[in-house]
Every structure is written in structure tokens, then in C-alpha cells.
């Protein structure tokens, strides 16, 4: 098995991203931004950008349109050094688009599906999964057709001896259903953001929340923003602030932590460094628009985790 190697499961999008708003935008109302790209989009494609970025070599299993969109999403995972042969093209479904309306502090978001809902687990190979040291899943309520597939791929990559991830994202319906539960359950790690954990599990307090998502899963991250992160690992509790840095866009600043926290897992790494590493990969992700442009390598990590943390080697 190579080590370190990592295959991702999950959406593929473009991001059409205007940042640089003062206010949050409002039906009805025009917001100026002070700047708009296209980017590659989607949780799982900015995870993957992020672990390959941090050495990681990353297989891509995914569906889009077999259109402009589609092909810009496969040049950019090449680009980045992702392996590509497990990307389905279809002349039937278009592409999915998600459009980006960022401040320096929070974004909202609008997303067309397309063949991110289409996917199916016929269409997902197993033997995908051989060779691997690490599955990460995201996106699960956007993945439709894909959802009742969940558990048996994470049991199966825990068969093949991989260790998995899983980011939920948010529920656009907001239900957060009972059967959540036994898919996260399947994981080893859970990453989920401080709105997400409130309404998955009823509470209100982060130290409750920790609790009552560590009966769950192995071992539970929340991403707290510009509070830092906080997760739970058999009972230990770990927090650490977020870094100071001058946010431009936080778009996929969440996809970047939870990459550099599994780069730090695969290294065996202590919760408290993995969470360090995640924040550093976040950080340094919000200083330039889109979810990749920002993302470091090892030697950019190193440096900034010496910079902010001499006493924090990678």
C-alpha cells in the first residue's frame, strides 16, 4: 500500500466565487463585489487539491457533465497532480455550479446540482479503494442517489485496511434525520463545523457537543471559524485557537482544514498536532480567493507552523 495515498469519493463543481463584499447580500438588494473567478469547487475536489498540495497522492472518484464545466473541473484536478481515471463523463446530466457570495468573514452559498445527485454506487469500483491508506467522503446530503452507499463504502475501505474521513456538510433541508447518525458512526473521523454540530446533535455548548458526537465516531472534529477547532478522541478533548492572518475569502477554508488534519493522521500525528496542522492548512487557505489558490505545501506549512508555533514541528 502506498503509504500516505488517499482516494476521495465525492461532488465535483465549479465555484463561481465574488468576494470582497462588505455586506451579506440580500434578495432584492445589489452588493458590490471587488472580485470574481471561476474556480474548481466542490468539498471533495478542495480537500483533494489540499492533501495532494501537502504530498498526498489522491485518487478522484466523482461524475460530472460531459461539458465545458465538467472538462474545467478535470483539468484542474490534473493540474493539481490528482488522478483522474475514476471521474465519470455523461452527455446526459450538466455539471454541477455552485455560485460563492464571500466577506472576509462568512459566505453564502448557492448550489445547481446536476451530476453531483446522479451519481451512483454502481459507478463506484470498489478495487478504487485498493492501494490506499485513506478515504475521505463529503458532501452527503447533495449525493442523493449515492447516500444508501455510504456505510458499505466506509466498511469496505475499513476492510481493505483504510482509514476513513467523512464531512457531512450542511443539510440544505436543515433535517439532519436520524439515519445521519449510523453513517457517521461508520467513520473514523467526523469533521463538521460549529452550526452543523449544533443542530446534529440538540446542544449548545461545545464541550457537550464533543461529548455527544464522541459516542458516535472515533474521533469528532469541530471547525470553529475564527475560534480555532476543538475534537474528541477516545474521551480527550483537544482545542486550538485559529492563527491570526489577513482573511481575503474563506471559501473552502473548512475542505483545507480537514486536509491538513488527515495529512497529520496518516503521520501518526497527536489529535492536538492534527488539529494545529488543519488550522495552519485553513489559514493559510483564506489569504487568497477560491478554495485552492491559498492551499501550502509541506515546506509553506512548515515554515508558517514556525513562524506562528517554533515549538510545533511538522
Request: glycine share 8%; proline share 5%; with cysteine.
Amino acid at each position: 500500500m502506498s503509504e500516505n495515498k488517499v482516494v476521495v469519493i465525492g461532488e465535483l463543481n465549479v465555484d463561481l466565487i465574488a468576494s470582497g463584499m462588505t455586506t451579506s447580500p440580500q434578495l432584492g438588494h445589489e452588493v458590490l463585489a471587488t472580485d470574481f473567478q471561476i474556480t474548481l469547487g466542490s468539498a471533495a475536489a478542495i480537500f483533494a487539491c489540499g492533501a495532494a498540495k501537502l504530498g498526498c497522492p489522491v485518487t478522484f472518484v466523482s461524475q460530472v457533465g460531459e461539458d465545458e464545466f465538467g472538462e474545467f473541473c478535470l483539468r484542474m484536478l490534473r493540474r493539481a497532480g490528482i488522478q483522474t481515471n475514476k471521474v465519470h463523463k455523461t452527455p446526459r446530466l450538466k455539471t454541477g455550479v455552485t455560485l460563492s457570495l464571500s466577506t472576509p468573514h462568512d459566505r453564502a452559498l448557492v448550489t445547481y446540482l446536476g451530476a453531483i445527485a446522479a451519481l451512483e454506487p454502481e459507478q463506484i469500483p470498489l478495487a478504487a479503494l485498493d492501494g490506499h491508506s485513506h478515504l475521505h467522503m463529503t458532501s452527503y446530503f447533495l449525493q442523493q442517489k449515492l447516500q444508501p452507499a455510504f456505510p458499505q463504502l466506509f466498511a469496505e475501505a475499513r476492510r481493505r485496511g483504510l482509514t476513513t474521513s467523512l464531512d457531512p456538510n450542511a443539510d440544505p433541508a436543515l433535517g439532519w434525520k436520524e439515519e445521519i447518525r449510523d453513517v457517521i458512526s461508520c467513520a473514523d473521523i467526523l469533521f463538521v463545523n460549529e452550526s452543523e454540530a449544533r443542530q446534529l446533535t440538540k446542544q449548545n455548548d461545545l464541550d457537550q457537543m464533543l461529548r455527544v458526537l464522541g459516542e458516535v465516531v472515533a474521533c469528532a472534529v469541530i471547525k470553529l471559524g475564527a475560534k480555532g477547532a476543538a475534537a474528541i478522541r477516545c474521551g480527550a478533548v483537544e482545542f486550538v485557537p485559529a492563527f491570526p492572518v489577513e482573511t481575503v475569502d474563506t471559501t473552502g477554508a473548512g475542505d483545507s482544514f480537514a486536509a491538513g488534519f488527515v495529512y497529520g493522521w496518516l503521520k501518526r500525528r497527536t489529535l492536538r498536532e492534527c488539529l494545529e496542522l488543519g488550522a495552519a492548512c485553513g489559514a493559510l487557505s483564506t489569504l487568497q480567493a477560491g478554495g485552492t489558490a491559498g492551499q501550502p505545501d509541506e515546506a509553506q506549512l512548515t515554515r508558517f507552523l514556525a513562524a506562528m508555533k517554533p515549538r510545533a514541528p511538522l
